[in-house]
């Protein structure tokens, strides 16, 4: 209980046939967990977030993230899933990114200690870790600037439908 109300909650998988259920936030073993999913279930083909708050550790989730791609999997928020912050990261990831209507996908500006990634000027070399990234899953380069944007480090933008579309971060239809 006391690991929930600090917003650490373990990244566990169940899988069903083709699909593996993730829930948890992405920390310094998401990685491995990630890795040993696609050892343990080769038939794995698409990952559902269900409820992901986010990351804690940054390099750890886009590194899992690139694994996904590897392993050419896609992903897909259901009607009653719920992702944020590093989750989206890991869920653009997706070879196909679909959200059922219902599918909760927020965003907000990162933060490092008491400095946040939409105070610093565009062409400042922090930018340069999430910008490639992006760039590797062909989202466009709008949806990073749009994140800063949308809300602060303390909040949270739960984005619509239109703004899924218009940013890149879904690709297939929701099912």
């Known amino acids: 209980m006391l690991l929930t109300l600090l917003g650490c909650l373990p990244l566990t998988f169940d899988v069903e046939g083709t699909t593996a259920f993730m829930s948890g936030d992405l920390g310094r073993s998401a990685p491995r967990k990630v890795q040993a999913l696609f050892e343990e279930y080769p038939e794995v083909s698409r990952i559902e977030l269900v409820d992901c708050p986010g990351s804690l550790d940054d390099y750890a989730a886009l590194e899992a993230s690139r694994l996904v791609r590897e392993h050419g999997i896609d992903t897909h928020v259901g009607p009653k899933g719920e992702i944020a912050s590093g989750a989206v990261d890991f869920f653009i990831a997706g070879v196909n990114r679909s959200v059922s209507e219902g599918g909760q996908v927020g965003v907000h500006s990162w933060a490092g200690g008491s400095l946040e990634g939409s105070e610093l000027p565009r062409d400042d070399p922090e930018h340069e870790l ?15 600037w749009f994140t800063l944007d949308a809300a602060s480090a303390r909040d949270i933008h739960w984005m619509t439908q239109e703004e899924l579309l218009t940013y890149g971060v879904v690709n297939a239809e929701g099912r």
Do not use: K, T
């Open 130 to 144: 999430y910008l490639d990234y992006y760039a590797e899953m062909g989202v466009p380069e709008a949806f990073y």
